[in-house]
């Protein structure tokens, strides 16, 4: 996390000669801010001073500060690029390319913190974490790798298989320590809205046929379907509970188009919210608060249905933005459950934390390992950042250190 150091501030050092060797310049700190003798210097000091002169901008402009963000978390990028006017200009420029790096091209820093922190997440770059079934009693879903028009993520389609059968995709077990996680999402792409599929399920247990008992199952209804036809929906009790029905009030689910759903779990009031695309369509839904998640399903529902999922996430952190200004209307067929008008959640506003220079670098430094350190200024192209990168290494051995705590 971004170190906050209360103590005073850093003085302000005059300059040491870059032509001095760091052995000299150590004693001549040591002399002057009463350092002791003998065992290993105390370069602290001395990595303030150079830090303090060089500042953000020349390790910016070198290509440095980029290379320290490669190896930090994405919740301590987001404390430091919010620091300041420079910082945030870095992060424009910077953190689109470190994530599509990191994660996949558009993804959020949101996103990608949620990521880091979660109990389970695969961005489905491939199957295996995951098992065919349960229910393998009859030809199942297949599973092949593929990509959306547009999209850089990484997708796993689910097709054939046989009709009105469930339980026949994929599906893993994760461990679920305590505290229960909060969030579970995922990306939805649907190629045949005729065809009911798009299952996602979160469960407790699993049987030889399918997962019981249930926290939820979302799902696209498609043209197969009595009622409720080409719009998904929620059920918390499949046999008993209502069926909650979502369609757009001015449009239609399209096909080949990602939609990120994520569902908040308040296993306290037994509660959830339903959120797609940022907008929170469902919420104050009764489910079985008792259960202790273990297992997710992922399947279709008819042969011919063709859909993918990608960025399955499930943790405590929030994935995705709430959006301010939805593009997308939601319409909920059950009258008790109201749609959320406007933009009642918001996502809660950083301040600018107003750090200095060199607690921006500080935190930094206190947070890489040695052995990253080390490396990072290997083929620099500066003997002078050299220099840097050694006092930065034994900067790593900073305490004690104070972390800002929070989601993004």
């Given at each position: 996390?971004?170190?906050?150091?209360?103590?005073?501030?850093?003085?302000?050092?005059?300059?040491?000669?870059?032509?001095?060797?760091?052995?000299?310049?150590?004693?001549?700190?040591?002399?002057?801010?009463?350092?002791?003798?003998?065992?290993?210097?105390?370069?602290?000091?001395?990595?303030?001073?150079?830090?303090?002169?060089?500042?953000?901008?020349?390790?910016?402009?070198?290509?440095?500060?980029?290379?320290?963000?490669?190896?930090?978390?994405?919740?301590?990028?987001?404390?430091?690029?919010?620091?300041?006017?420079?910082?945030?200009?870095?992060?424009?420029?910077?953190?689109?390319?470190?994530?599509?790096?990191?994660?996949?091209?558009?993804?959020?820093?949101?996103?990608?913190?949620?990521?880091?922190?979660?109990?389970?997440?695969?961005?489905?770059?491939?199957?295996?974490?995951?098992?065919?079934?349960?229910?393998?009693?009859?030809?199942?879903?297949?599973?092949?790798?593929?990509?959306?028009?547009?999209?850089?993520?990484?997708?796993?389609?689910?097709?054939?298989?046989?009709?009105?059968?469930?339980?026949?995709?994929?599906?893993?077990?994760?461990?679920?320590?305590?505290?229960?996680?909060?969030?579970?999402?995922?990306?939805?792409?649907?190629?045949?809205?005729?065809?009911?599929?798009?299952?996602?399920?979160?469960?407790?247990?699993?049987?030889?046929?399918?997962?019981?008992?249930?926290?939820?199952?979302?799902?696209?209804?498609?043209?197969?379907?009595?009622?409720?036809?080409?719009?998904?929906?929620?059920?918390?009790?499949?046999?008993?509970?209502?069926?909650?029905?979502?369609?757009?009030?001015?449009?239609?689910?399209?096909?080949?188009?990602?939609?990120?759903?994520?569902?908040?779990?308040?296993?306290?009031?037994?509660?959830?919210?339903?959120?797609?695309?940022?907008?929170?369509?469902?919420?104050?839904?009764?489910?079985?608060?008792?259960?202790?998640?273990?297992?997710?399903?992922?399947?279709?529902?008819?042969?011919?249905?063709?859909?993918?999922?990608?960025?399955?996430?499930?943790?405590?952190?929030?994935?995705?933005?709430?959006?301010?200004?939805?593009?997308?209307?939601?319409?909920?067929?059950?009258?008790?459950?109201?749609?959320?008008?406007?933009?009642?959640?918001?996502?809660?506003?950083?301040?600018?934390?107003?750090?200095?220079?060199?607690?921006i670098l500080l935190s930094f430094c206190v947070n890489l390992r040695e052995s990253a350190v080390a490396s990072l200024f290997e083929n620099c192209p500066s003997s002078r950042y050299v220099e840097i990168a050694v006092c930065m290494f034994d900067m790593t051995n900073v305490s004690p250190r104070v972390h800002h705590r929070g989601e993004l």
């Amino acid at each position: 996390m971004l170190a906050s150091h209360a103590t005073s501030p850093v003085p302000s050092l005059s300059w040491q000669p870059w032509n001095k060797s760091l052995p000299a310049a150590c004693g001549d700190m040591r002399r002057r801010h009463g350092g002791q003798s003998a065992g290993a210097p105390d370069v602290r000091p001395l990595a303030l001073e150079l830090v303090s002169i060089r500042g953000l901008d020349s390790l910016i402009e070198h290509g440095l500060l980029e290379r320290v963000c490669e190896m930090l978390p994405a919740l301590e990028i987001a404390w430091a690029t919010s620091a300041c006017r420079n910082m945030q200009a870095f992060a424009k420029e910077v953190l689109p390319r470190l994530l599509a790096v990191r994660c996949r091209p558009g993804l959020q820093l949101q996103t990608a913190s949620a990521s880091e922190a979660a109990m389970f997440s695969d961005w489905m770059r491939d199957t295996r974490q995951w098992n065919s079934g349960p229910n393998t009693s009859k030809p199942y879903n297949v599973a092949k790798e593929g990509c959306v028009a547009g999209d850089g993520g990484a997708w796993i389609f689910l097709e054939q298989g046989t009709d009105w059968l469930g339980f026949q995709g994929l599906y893993c077990n994760f461990s679920s320590p305590r505290p229960k996680p909060k969030w579970v999402s995922f990306r939805l792409c649907l190629q045949t809205l005729e065809f009911s599929c798009g299952f996602f399920a979160l469960s407790a247990d699993r049987r030889t046929w399918g997962l019981q008992p249930l926290v939820f199952i979302f799902n696209y209804r498609g043209d197969d379907m009595q009622t409720g036809k080409r719009c998904f929906a929620l059920q918390t009790q499949p046999v008993t509970g209502d069926l909650h029905v979502l369609q757009l009030e001015k449009d239609q689910i399209r096909a080949g188009v990602p939609y990120e759903v994520a569902v908040h779990l308040d296993w306290e009031r037994g509660l959830l919210e339903l959120f797609i695309d940022g907008a929170c369509v469902l919420r104050d839904i009764n489910f079985q608060a008792d259960l202790e998640p273990r297992y997710i399903g992922l399947y279709n529902w008819r042969r011919r249905a063709v859909c993918g999922f990608s960025e399955i996430l499930v943790g405590s952190r929030r994935p995705y933005p709430v959006a301010e200004s939805p593009l997308q209307v939601w319409r909920v067929s059950e009258s008790q459950n109201r749609r959320e008008e406007g933009s009642a959640l918001t996502m809660r506003s950083r301040p600018q934390i107003g750090l200095t220079s060199n607690q921006i670098l500080l935190s930094f430094c206190v947070n890489l390992r040695e052995s990253a350190v080390a490396s990072l200024f290997e083929n620099c192209p500066s003997s002078r950042y050299v220099e840097i990168a050694v006092c930065m290494f034994d900067m790593t051995n900073v305490s004690p250190r104070v972390h800002h705590r929070g989601e993004l």
